[in-house]
């Protein structure tokens, strides 16, 4: 299998990679600062200006499937992974090149699934980086790892539905740039296949009856201007034309949008592992304990030589998956994306650990990136399916599989 990137990818790889050392960087400390300044939940001011300059370098959309048109980079999935990679090693930076969750799936579903108005009115304004988005599928009151238990009702009356539930964790919800929410809920409760009982449906955040209730937490972390919002719903009425397919098809948008969700998550993950690993080897080069530089001690070379091998492995399965994706679709790939989601997250909070433990008390403060690293790695294991429903799935299809043989 052959993994060499391409001349147009190595000339974006090294394009990006030039970015990051010129642009943002430099600016991490400018941005969080930039983030505690007024308001907490618009943009910091220093993206505009960064986001219009990732345009003019040709670094925009880098995410969309070529067959999206004049909008995208025209890149397949194995492409779009080394670049995908290279921005997550900032939390932040996906963003300037409106790559960055959950624009990105939510872009892919209007893409894929809405009709003419839904692309015109909302789909060309993401791809354009005019506004933000949300996706609200998780619930507090129920186990949402089983989708089927979403429990957001839409009655549709007439030529609107009304809509009425609690969501949580819905990531985007707290930005004032974020003017559409995707939500999945239950239009057809009776219907005996459970999987046709859902649907998704556009809701601008400005409808009357939703409320941001307050942004929720992370270890900590608000993950402000973005933000994981609690959202509540409170008798919303939206055109009936909201509809994303049809009713009863939330399950079917849901597999399409989160397998390249899922990942991209991963890919983004290798990348902030790398940077962990880089970050190692340097503390362990140049911090001296007992005499000695910590690199001396035979357990901090183990971790360091681990963190290699396991960073490698995971990007070798990711790369894997995203070839099969673009050769056979997302269901043929669809092992492969549970493999890579169980291993990938689980690799970073590694990696991750062993970087704090070698900064000592600096690895868990604000002086480094990995404490907030490591709270959003620890999120991607739940994030798009917990750890253990992608292993309930991948252990059934592969011992039905084997049986069959």
């Known amino acids: 299998m052959d993994f060499e990137f391409s001349p147009k990818v190595q000339d974006l790889r090294q394009r990006l990679l030039a970015f990051m ?7 991490e400390a400018l941005y969080l600062e930039q983030v505690e300044e007024g308001d907490r939940w618009e943009p910091a001011a220093m993206l505009e200006g960064l986001k219009k300059q990732a345009k003019k370098e040709g670094l925009w959309n880098l995410f969309l499937p070529k067959e999206y048109g004049q909008y995208s980079a025209g890149l397949c999935t194995l492409e779009y992974a080394p670049l995908a990679e290279i921005m997550g090693r900032v939390l932040w930076a996906s963003e300037v090149f409106n790559c960055s969750a959950p624009d990105t ?25 005019e506004i933000r988005s949300a996706f609200a599928m998780t619930e507090p009151e129920v186990a949402s790892s089983d989708a089927t238990n979403v429990q957001t009702s839409m009655v549709r009356k007439g030529e609107e539905y009304v809509i009425n539930g609690r969501k ?24 005996e296949n459970r999987y046709q009982q859902q649907s998704m449906i556009l809701v601008p955040m400005d409808t009357r009856g939703v409320t941001v209730v307050r942004p929720m937490k992370v270890f900590g972390y608000d993950d402000a201007p973005e933000g994981h919002a609690e959202v509540t719903f409170d008798n919303v009425k939206v055109p009936a034309s909201n509809l994303l397919l049809g009713e009863g098809r939330g399950f079917e948008i ?8 899922r990942i991209h998550h991963c890919m983004r993950l290798i990348g902030m592992a790398q940077r962990a690993l880089e970050a190692m080897c340097v503390r362990a080069e140049t ?16 971790d360091i030589a681990r963190s290699a091998c396991e960073i490698e492995q995971a990007r070798l399965l990711t790369l894997k998956a995203a070839a099969r994706m673009d050769a056979g679709g997302n269901k043929a790939a669809k092992d492969l994306i549970a493999m890579i989601k169980i291993v990938a997250p689980t690799m970073a909070c590694t990696v991750l650990d062993r970087a704090i433990q070698i900064h000592g008390g600096g690895g868990v403060s604000q002086d480094f990136f990995l404490a907030h690293a490591y709270a959003a790695a620890r999120t991607i294991r739940l994030a798009d399916g917990p750890d253990q429903v992608h292993m309930m799935q991948l252990g059934r299809n592969l011992a039905a599989a084997t049986a069959r043989l």
Request: hydrophobic letters at 35%; glycine letters at 12%.
């Open 21 to 27: 050392d010129r642009h943002i960087y430099p600016n």
């Open 105 to 129: 799936g939510n872009m892919e579903v209007l893409a894929r699934y809405g009709n003419e108005a839904q692309q015109k009115e909302w789909l060309v304004p993401l791809l354009q980086g």
């Open 168 to 191: 949580w964790y819905i990531s985007g919800a707290c930005n004032k740039r974020a003017k559409i929410m995707i939500v999945m809920g239950k239009t057809n409760p009776d219907d």
């Open 254 to 261: 849901a597999q399409g949008r989160l397998g390249p969700g």
């Open 287 to 302: 911090r001296i304990a007992f005499g000695k530089p910590l690199s001396k001690q035979q357990s901090v070379r183990e």
